[in-house]
């Protein structure tokens, strides 16, 4: 029968870029555990698993659209120079607080001595992304 929705699954996987770089595994620490269908795990993940069983590999490729999106430009912003640490550097990624106690991740995208554009895109949106993946568990 294989995995459907609702199920709850544990799931070994290695997520690369189309160049072959590894960017996450879980091969070193538990497996990922999630309920299939229930938005935890990108969309395209989680198409890719239905019917898999119990000891399951498979290979495959996510595009952008169904993982973390395209890069979208109303998420880059500018900022004074000033407000940021003196140290920071292009690339760092840096807490942005708002005023209702939450907050979120930006990362540098380019710096000069008077502004800095922050992005606020998850790091991988606009990425294709491969997954290998090894079914443990279905409850």
Known sequence: MGIKSGDKI???YTGMFEDGQVFDTSLNREPLEFVVGAGQV????????IGL?????KKF???????YGPVREDLKFSVQRSMLP???NVGDLLE????????????????????AILDANHPLA???LIFEVEIIEIS
């Open 126 to 128: 606009g990425k294709n």
């Open 86 to 88: 003196e140290d920071a």
């Open 61 to 67: 490729l996510i595009p952008f659209e169904k993982a």
């Open 10 to 12: 544990k799931v070994h």
């Open 96 to 115: 942005v607080h708002q005023q209702d106690g939450g907050f979120f991740v930006v990362r540098i995208e380019e710096l000069n001595e008077n502004v």
């Open 53 to 57: 069983e119990i000891g399951d590999r």
């Open 42 to 49: 990108i969309q395209g993940f989680e198409e890719e698993l």
